[in-house]
């Protein structure tokens, strides 16, 4: 069974100062990492997709890294609309149309 | 740019009634998800449809069915509806094996 485990599971930080979210997976056959923002009520957005281990993508102040076993969601310099939760979701199977296994968030606080 | 579109956007039932949630996906993705979001937890992927066709199945109760339509977009059936369906429901769309991309939610509150 596929699993995801996220964290820390909250996390309060202070504008500016730069911390990391950690996401550990268990799937057979990877067939991709996504990581998305979600704000209270609204519909999870869509930040990266990594596929293979040693992968990095950034977007302004979020760095995502991917290796065998985990991936990293490094934010930099947060802002507090960098306020919300995390979630990182992984995609296993042989189909194109697998449904996401998400984790359980990591709720993150920037403030001013 | 062009969104997921979910109606309603807030629905209030009975015990024991039933709803349908639609759902338009962005223009050209062929791909529908449906997902339960109860409160503090996270997403709950429940089925999946490509080309009108169900492609994979997750946690979805048999008192729940869907279907994608021909225009692609997709309902979500609830029969006999239970206090423990009150959640958020999300849509997502994709093209095959692409990222999905989230709706706003439909709000369902079973009383």
């Known amino acids: 069974e596929d699993q995801v485990t996220q964290s820390p599971e909250a996390l309060r930080l202070q504008e500016g100062e730069s911390s990391s979210l950690n996401c550990s997976y268990t799937?057979?056959?990877?067939?991709?990492l996504f990581w998305y923002r979600q704000d209270p009520g609204k519909g999870p957005e869509f930040l990266f997709t990594l596929y293979s281990a040693g992968e990095e993508k950034e977007k302004e102040r979020l760095k995502a890294t991917l290796t065998k076993k985990e991936s990293f969601l490094h934010i930099t310099a947060p802002k507090p609309e960098d306020s919300a939760t995390y979630l990182c979701?992984?995609?296993?199977?042989?189909?194109?149309?697998?449904?996401?296994?998400f984790g359980k968030g990591t709720h993150l606080i920037i403030q001013p | 740019a062009a969104g997921v579109i979910q109606s309603p956007r807030h629905l209030i039932k009975e015990k024991r009634e039933t709803a349908t949630l639609k759902c338009y996906p962005i223009?050209?993705?062929?791909?529908v998800y449906w997902y339960q979001q109860g409160p503090g937890q996270d997403p709950q992927f429940l089925i999946s449809f490509y080309e009108k066709m169900q492609s994979d199945k997750g946690s979805i109760p048999d008192r729940f069915s869907a279907q994608q339509f021909s225009d692609y977009h997709s309902e979500l059936n609830m029969s006999s509806l239970e206090l423990g369906d009150s959640a958020l429901y999300f849509c997502?769309?994709?093209?095959?094996?692409?990222?999905?991309?989230f709706g706003p939610g439909t709000r369902l509150t079973v009383t």
């Open positions: 799937v057979s056959g990877l067939r991709g």
């Open positions: 997502a769309s994709s093209t095959p094996s692409s990222e999905q991309y």
């Open positions: 979701a992984v995609r296993a199977g042989g189909g194109g149309a697998d449904g996401l296994t």
């Open positions: 223009p050209r993705h062929d791909t």
